[in-house]
């Protein structure tokens, strides 16, 4: 238990040493655009990405079956990083001005992973099925 409050200590000590670095370091538009960032990034976590994550599990709890509950949260984790990854190559206005800027069909490449992780959402949850059933099966009833 002590060694918990070690690695608080180590931590902390880390995040101090590489602010002071920023501080010493950096200049101050820099500094400005790091700070800016860390509140985006905590915002964005604990403002829409957390809250999007509780109601997920809610809805994947109430509404889908035992042996898929897993495989379609992993499977929406997946396909959110693909979107969010994606997104500023397909928003990006700059992409059509030069052809050799981002040249790839991004959206029919983004299409394509997101049926590839639902194709793995259903044999997953399949497998899960089955093994579950033959379980249940192979146990033998009390009387």
């Known amino acids: 238990m002590r060694a918990r409050y070690l690695w608080y200590v180590v931590g902390a000590a880390m995040i101090g040493w590489g602010g002071r670095g920023l501080l010493r370091h950096v200049s101050t538009a820099q ?27 809610l809805v994947t709890e109430r509404l889908a079956p035992r042996a898929f509950r897993t495989p379609i949260r992993i499977g929406l984790g997946i396909s959110l990083v693909l979107v969010v990854l994606a997104l500023p190559s397909i928003t990006s206005e700059h992409r059509l001005r030069n052809p050799s800027v981002l040249p790839l069909d991004y959206e029919s ?35």
Request: aromatic share 2%; glycine share 12%; net charge positive.
């Open 109 to 143: 490449n983004l299409a394509l992973l997101l049926g590839l992780v639902a194709v793995g959402v259903v044999v997953s949850g399949t497998v899960r099925l089955a093994r579950e059933r033959s379980r249940t099966r192979s146990r033998p009833r009390p009387e």
């Open 31 to 57: 500094l400005i655009h790091a700070g800016r960032l860390v509140v985006l990034d905590v915002g964005g976590h604990d403002g829409v990405f957390a809250p999007l994550c509780v109601v997920a599990g």
